[in-house]
Nanobody, 123 residues
Framework: QVQLVESGGGLAQAGGSLRLSCVAS????????MGWFRQAPGKEREFVAA????????YYEDSVKGRFTISRDSAKNTVYLQMNSLKPEDTAVYYC????????????????WGQGTQVTVSS
């Protein structure tokens, strides 16, 4: 049974940093793409970043480029999202997701999802 468990969310001030973690279990993820999405109240879930587990190829949504970094640790089966220079508009529930295909920004193409972790950025 595939399980994705996020952690690391919390409260940060504008300009601060947080690091989210997503521990993946239940299968081998070497052929998967791992993604981070976020959903703010009253808004649709949006793509943030993704990484191809085998190659390390990454892709970012424009508004987080240069501020967020996605990475993975194969030994720990964990994907990270390092978030720097946080802005109030980054406030959302952040979700980890996995899909068996190439990097995609479309949420419906992801097969597995975590339960989400809240990130709140105060101004």
């Amino acid at each position: 049974q595939v399980q994705l468990v996020e952690s690391g969310g919390g409260l940060a001030q504008a300009g601060g940093s947080l690091r989210l973690s997503c521990v993946a279990s239940g299968r081998t993820f070497s052929s998967y793409t791992m993604g981070w999405f976020r959903q703010a109240p009253g808004k649709e879930r949006e793509f943030v970043a993704a990484i191809r587990w085998s190659s390390g190829i990454v892709y970012y949504e424009d508004s987080v480029k240069g501020r967020f970094t996605i990475s993975r640790d194969s030994a720990k089966n964990t994907v990270y999202l390092q978030m720097n220079s946080l802005k109030p508009e980054d406030t959302a529930v952040y979700y980890c997701a996995a899909n068996r295909a190439v990097i995609t920004t479309r949420a419906y193409e992801y097969d597995y999802w975590g339960q989400g972790t809240q990130v709140t950025v105060s101004s």
